[in-house]
């Protein structure tokens, strides 16, 4: 009997010590307590020290270090994406009526997904006016009609995701010599909360 009255207060002591146990900790639970915050260059530099700062010397590491000057202001999630696009690039008309080569474009933009990607083309139709705008990303269009695109015409904006856009650079079907400006949707969530940044492939 003193074994059974033993091993009965143990077994309560367990399930106190599981529910005392804490909960993880989402990140949609950390989005709803905390305003979100806008990207600023700091990000970007953080995000490549610690992608190569494991495989790369340390002269290669400052190799990678972006100036103050090669960054534009970052949104402050005040702008729509053509008023943003307005205030960073106030000579767009001039730089549009210049650009004549093929294979290239003047503004890349950069997001998460295909359909990031088009909600992204149809908000910037105030800012673009009657330039062209290429949709660089897999979904139902084949790596070889875009290279043949990009081969045939003159296009000013390419909007794609960091995948399509690398594989296009490598065969050498995308140059980027004349792009002038590089836009990262980096504050932009999809439905599982992550940003384009949080996405191991990219």
Request: aromatic share 6%.
């Amino acid at each position: 009997p003193t074994e059974c009255f033993l091993s009965q207060p143990e077994e309560k002591q367990e399930c106190t010590v599981k529910a005392k146990r804490r909960k993880k900790k989402k990140i949609s639970d950390v989005l709803q307590k905390s305003a979100p915050k806008p990207g600023v260059p700091a990000d970007l530099q953080n995000l490549l020290t610690q992608h190569f700062g494991e495989n790369r010397s340390v002269i290669e590491i400052e190799e990678l270090q972006l100036s103050d000057s090669c960054f534009l202001p970052a949104n402050d999630l005040t702008h729509s994406f053509s008023s943003y696009l307005k205030e960073i690039c106030p000579k767009w008309a001039k730089l549009r009526r210049i650009h004549k080569e093929k294979k290239s474009v003047v503004m890349l933009v950069l997001c998460s997904s295909a359909l990031r990607s088009l909600e992204l083309i149809k908000s910037m139709t105030a800012f673009k006016g009657d330039c062209r705008v290429v949709k660089l990303f897999a979904k139902h269009i084949k790596i070889k009609e875009q290279m043949n695109t990009l081969e045939k015409g003159v296009f000013h904006i390419g909007v794609g995701t960091p995948g399509r856009v690398k594989a296009l650079v490598e065969q050498d079907a995308l140059c980027l010599n004349s792009t002038k400006y590089m836009i990262l949707d980096w504050n932009w969530r999809d439905q599982k909360l992550r940003r384009m940044m949080d996405i191991p492939e990219v």
